[in-house]
């Protein structure tokens, strides 16, 4: 059985690790659901149908909850900073202390989902727990809301330019057909003219 630690010794794509974090994250709602809590390290993560928790526990409480969440996030924010270097890193030990120190200059290597998603800011630095598929909904929402329709567009080229604030992606698109438009009228207006 290949373990978390083992997969990303070799495989360094972080839109996988994001997926693979966003499928724990559901996976851990759930354990807590049902009253249960996880031991979560890179060694303890392992991919049965599908990448688990190993070693579950019951008697989940609200302490050992926000420790599991909070232990995920180190791990996730320790891969995404590793995989660049093509050294993996379990941060789900390290003090949160220290990755709160520290944030600023690793946040940068965090794929994300939404331009809005802070989710492991939140959770490390401001220590307000909550899992990542519910943040992910509520910014969702927020956005949907504000009748903000770039928020499903992300796959798409323009909508990808999008997420890196390039505000005239959509101004683009639009903007060709109308040059070649006009250049065809002009075209015409001046054979007619010369005609």
């Known amino acids: 059985m290949e373990t978390l630690k083992e997969h990303f010794t070799y495989n360094l794509d972080p839109d996988q690790a994001r997926e693979i974090f966003i499928k724990l994250d559901s996976r851990l709602k759930e354990l807590h659901s049902e009253g249960k809590y996880a031991d979560i390290t890179s060694e303890t993560i392992g991919f049965v149908e599908d990448y688990d928790f190993l070693r579950v ?18 791990l996730a924010v320790g891969t995404y900073f590793s995989l660049p270097s093509g050294t993996f890193y379990d941060y789900s030990c390290f003090p949160t202390e220290n990755l ?23 959770v490390l630095v401001n220590g307000n727990m909550w899992y990542y598929n519910d943040y992910l909904n509520t910014i969702k929402k927020q956005a949907q ?18 997420t890196n604030k390039e505000e005239a992606a959509f101004v683009n698109l639009a903007f060709y057909p109308i040059i070649i438009s006009l250049f065809v009228i002009l075209s015409y207006m001046i054979y007619i003219l010369v005609k």
Do not use: C, H, W
């Not at 008697?59 to 996030?73: Q, W």
């Not at 809301?145 to 999008?162: C, D, F, H, I, W």
């Open 57 to 74: 526990y019951k008697g989940s409480n609200e302490e050992l909850r926000k420790k599991n969440i909070e232990s995920l996030a180190k």
């Open 100 to 122: 709160r120190n520290y944030f600023d200059s690793i946040e940068s290597n965090i794929p994300v989902v939404y331009p809005e998603d802070s989710y492991y800011r939140e």
């Open 145 to 162: 809301g504000k009748g903000n329709n770039r928020v499903l567009t992300y796959s798409t080229p323009q909508g990808k330019a999008m």
